[in-house]
């Protein structure tokens, strides 16, 4: 029988939870109470148990979804292995599985002993559909996998038990990137303490750690102090963040742009644009010429795949925008960037920052960036480092454009000039090649004739 798992009435006015973490992934065997994922609503965080004994049939959410009360979220398959009637069947069988305490109630010794069974008896037990989805998953995800802002849902793809998950996340183990040693790469309790163990010895254990284990003084000695829960995109960013200045070795290269004619062709085609809905801004300007840049200079479109000592060069050009929104930096992306008109990548960039601002924006559309473009010329500044997003290997900043005093032909003459950093990843880009980069970016928003070459 299938059981659907929906969101529970939370509180009064409450109608609506977003999920911050899944713990379970299809075809994991779950019992009652067994936690199937973490969720947060506007009053407080909860976890949402499952009600029934079973396998996960489906997991009909991803992390970062708004969900409402009623909604669907998980279908529990109770009849599957691991569930009442295969439950009944295996008692028949081996007696002593009844009488075994459950993770939490056990000692180390049993646990260690029940995650290595379970993870022999899993193809037998589980039923073929379940097998299949779980071997899928496991081709899938077969490594350490590098965190990502944009995609949330590596954690809940790693195949590993309800036990072995609250383990990982007591601990503070982010599970996408430990590595499986039993069938299909499925995480044991021996894997996560492992990992975990490395971590704390310091030894890289498959990139950035998810927790900062620097100790925090106890600031209340000083002064009146407030703790606040960090919510989903501020963990998220927090955890890509890290992870990338943690493991790109970054470097920094400035340029400026003479932006003074380009302005003048703003300001005359900015209607043109507004007829269409938009707005004509330099951030759209800017991706037009950077897709051109992507394609003319592949390498920065590319990701780095380390493990295979290997470029992963892509035909596509997908860009990311970083959005300021009140719920923290949101990076919406761009599809095909270099295929679409500047008034179609206006409207485009518009509409998406509308989304992220309004919370609309759903998840698969802050995945997928090969670059990504952070204009904080609107807020002010004269230059700044962004981080790579990682898995990109490049990030533009784009700071406050002013009018200067430029030296030209014997003279000083004021002009308007953009100042433009590019953050690059030095496993694969050189110094001169960021140079290069960087300084046709700059040519082509003074001659936008140059990247017709
Ligand atoms: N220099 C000077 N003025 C600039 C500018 C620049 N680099 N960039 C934008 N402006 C101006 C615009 O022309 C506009 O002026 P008017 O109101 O007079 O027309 C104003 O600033 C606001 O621009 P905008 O924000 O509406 O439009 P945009 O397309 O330039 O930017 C977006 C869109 C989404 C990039 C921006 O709104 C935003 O959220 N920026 C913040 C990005 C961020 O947080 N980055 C940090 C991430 S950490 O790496």
Redo the contacts with the bound molecule.
């Keep these: 029988m299938i059981k659907e798992i929906k969101l529970p009435e939370i509180a009064d006015n409450v109608t609506t939870a977003v999920v911050l973490d899944i713990l379970v992934s299809e075809g994991d065997k779950v019992g009652v109470d067994d936690v199937l994922a973490e969720m947060e609503s506007d009053k407080a965080s909860f976890e949402l148990p499952s009600d029934v004994e079973g396998v996960v049939k489906e997991v009909k959410v991803t992390e970062g979804n708004e969900v409402e009360v009623g909604q669907v979220m998980f279908l529990i398959d109770t009849e599957a292995a691991g569930g009442e009637k295969a439950e009944e069947k295996d008692s028949k069988k081996k007696p002593e599985k009844e009488e075994k305490p459950t993770a939490d109630e056990a000692g180390e010794p049993e646990d260690k002993k029940k995650d290595e069974q379970e993870s022999r008896e899993e193809p037998e037990k589980e039923d073929k559909a379940a097998a299949e989805a779980q071997e899928a998953k496991g081709d899938e995800k077969t490594e350490e996998q590098p965190p990502d802002a944009a995609d949330g849902k590596a954690a809940s793809h790693v195949p590993a038990s309800p036990a072995v998950r609250r383990l990982a996340r007591e601990i503070g183990v982010d599970l996408s990137r430990v590595k499986g040693s039993g069938p299909h790469q499925r995480v044991s309790e021996a894997d996560v303490k492992a990992f975990a163990k490395k971590q704390l010895q310091g030894k890289p254990a498959g990139g950035a750690p998810m927790a900062d284990d620097f100790e925090l003084p106890d600031f209340s000695k000083l002064g009146n102090v407030r703790r606040e829960k960090m919510d989903t995109i501020r963990k998220i960013t927090a955890r890509a963040m890290g992870g990338s200045w943690q493991n790109v070795p970054h470097v920094f290269q400035f340029d400026k742009a003479d932006v003074t004619e380009l302005e003048k062709f703003r300001k005359n085609y900015s209607k043109h644009v507004e007829k269409q809905g938009a ?1 004509l ?4 300007i800017l991706l037009k010429l950077t897709a051109v840049a992507l394609k003319t200079f592949p390498r920065f479109n590319a990701s780095v795949d380390m493990k295979n000592e290997e470029i992963i060069y892509k035909d596509y050009v997908n860009i990311g ?5 009140e719920r923290g ?1 949101l990076v919406p992306v761009i599809r095909d960037a270099d295929k679409k008109t500047i008034t179609e990548l206006s409207l485009e ?1 518009n509409e998406m ?1 509308e989304k992220a601002r309004s919370k609309k924006i759903k998840p698969d559309e802050l995945q997928g960036a090969n670059f ?8 002010g500044g004269t230059n ?1 480092t ?2 790579v997003n990682r898995p990109a290997v490049a ?1 533009l ?6 009018v200067e005093p430029v030296f030209i032909d014997g003279e000083f003459k004021p002009r308007m000039m ?1 100042p433009m950093s590019l953050s690059y990843d030095h496993r694969i880009i050189d110094g001169a090649d960021g140079a290069r980069f960087l300084r046709w970016l700059c040519e082509a928003m003074q001659n936008p004739l140059v990247t017709m070459f």
């Design positions: 707005k801004t330099v951030t759209a925008v970083a959005v300021d929104t930096l960039l920052a990504t473009i952070s204009n904080l010329g609107g807020i700044f962004p981080i990030i900043g784009v700071s406050r454009s002013q953009l």
